[in-house]
């Protein structure tokens, strides 16, 4: 598919982010003007909110944007989000006879704050990428036992908390935590001295599923209403002690920071990629009726305090063993409800060289193997270090883009109970 033109001129230009094929979903905030949703569009943010209000905006079942999130119409299902895409695009299209009725509603993303596309209902982070588990488990278990007996068999995931999740830009501050190191005799109580990332995308369920009733990878599929690039923040050394054996528990608690726009599952379709081949047959209700990854290039960037931006790592989500949607698929299994507004992390994405691994955990290989940055080194994320993790899929003369997925560390509180 090529590029769609605009009207709104800066989304014309290849390099932008926020073309008229892609239409992502915020919630944005602007000066005497409280928080309503929008898409970008361009340079530009288009109040899909106001838009409803005057009538301009019209969808069966409606109306959606009466509160700042996207949950009404990411429940609605995909015959309203393809009418929202269909509308918009007559609106915005090049030469189209409504400019005059949108363009009034047209503001600056540069004077606008970001919020939470959506109120998130459960979140779920999943351990799916095979280079990222064969690197941590060679780290722990030997190259030998690296994957877990169960690994080539099943989506392994853990359910977090739907409350550490914020959006791109939020301050992070440095968690305290149990750590006991394996010369010490007793635990410790202290500020995590081995903070880390991990890049991931993260799958935002619109139609829920009933109780009792396992979907299908492709009723899953039809389920995700978008992706955001995701930052599952991880304590390494409060993980260590406390995993066993029930997986993650305070060491994944800090904060999941997401990107700010939903991009929706249309905008991506024509970069679907197929999962990799198995190693060892899925059981059927595993089995994707056609390609179900998609074609994203991802990076993180770090930048020290006063510091210059570098690249520590670039790959691509077609690395992951397992898709979206049959996560999704094997999260109905036990007969779990989804719920609209569930978000699935992918797990972290690494490739299979040193300068694609998704964390830096594995970049310093547990630390053994500190990597350069300018003007030094990383083992693990120092304070006021800035992580930026960024996506883009790449088009006919356009690109597909999710805003930055932004985290600054602070330091730890001195006193975490001091009152």
């Known amino acids: 598919m090529p590029l769609m033109r605009s009207w709104v001129t800066s989304a014309n230009d290849e390099r932008c982010p926020f073309p008229l094929n892609n239409l992502p979903c915020g919630v944005f905030e602007t000066a005497g003007r409280a928080a309503r949703c929008g898409v970008a569009i361009g340079d530009g943010i288009l109040d899909v909110a106001e838009l409803e209000r005057e009538g301009v905006l ?132 202290q500020p995590s001295r081995r903070f880390d990332i991990e890049l991931e995308m ?116 077609h690395e992951m063993y397992y898709s979206a949607a049959q996560q999704l698929a094997h999260h109905t299994t036990s007969g779990c409800a989804m719920r609209t507004g569930d978000l699935l992390g992918s797990g972290t994405i690494s490739g299979d060289t040193k300068d694609s691994r998704g964390s830096l955990l594995e970049l310093s290989w547990g630390g053994k193997e500190p990597f350069q940055i300018p003007g030094g080194t990383r083992s693990f994320i120092e304070d006021n270090d800035t992580l930026v993790l960024r996506g883009q899929a790449n088009g006919d003369g356009y690109i597909i883009g999710f805003g930055d997925c932004t985290g600054t560390v602070l330091s730890a509180l001195t006193d975490p109970y001091a009152r």
Do not use: C
């Open 58 to 189: 019209v969808l069966d079942g409606g109306p959606y944007f009466e509160r700042p999130a996207w949950n009404a119409l990411m429940a609605a299902g995909p015959a309203v989000w393809a009418a929202l895409r269909g509308r918009l695009t007559e609106v915005l299209a090049e030469g189209s006879g409504e400019r005059g009725r949108a363009e009034s509603h047209l503001v600056p993303q540069s004077g606008a704050t970001l919020h939470m596309p959506f109120e998130v209902a459960e979140y779920t982070d999943f351990y799916a990428g095979r280079h990222h588990a064969s690197n941590v488990g060679t780290m722990f278990r030997g190259p030998d036992n690296a994957l877990p007996p169960n690994w080539l068999h099943i989506p392994i995931g853990y359910n977090g908390r739907a409350s550490s999740v914020v959006v791109s830009e939020t301050k992070i501050r440095r968690p305290w935590g149990q750590v006991k190191g394996p010369d010490h005799p007793a635990p410790v109580f």
């Open 202 to 317: 993260g799958a935002v369920v619109g139609v829920p599923s009933q109780p009792g009733h396992p979907v299908t990878v492709a009723e899953a599929d039809a389920m995700i209403f978008g992706y955001v690039i995701l930052n599952d923040w991880s304590a390494r050394d409060i993980q260590a002690w406390e995993y066993q054996p029930l997986g993650p528990f305070q060491a994944k608690a800090t904060a999941t920071t997401i990107s700010p726009w939903i991009v929706m599952k249309a905008a991506l379709e024509p970069f679907r990629v197929s999962t990799p081949p198995r190693e060892v047959p899925l059981l059927p209700y595993l089995a994707e009726p056609g390609p179900m990854l998609y074609d994203i290039d991802l990076e993180v960037t770090l930048t020290p305090q006063g510091g210059e931006e570098s690249v520590i790592s670039r790959t691509n989500y």
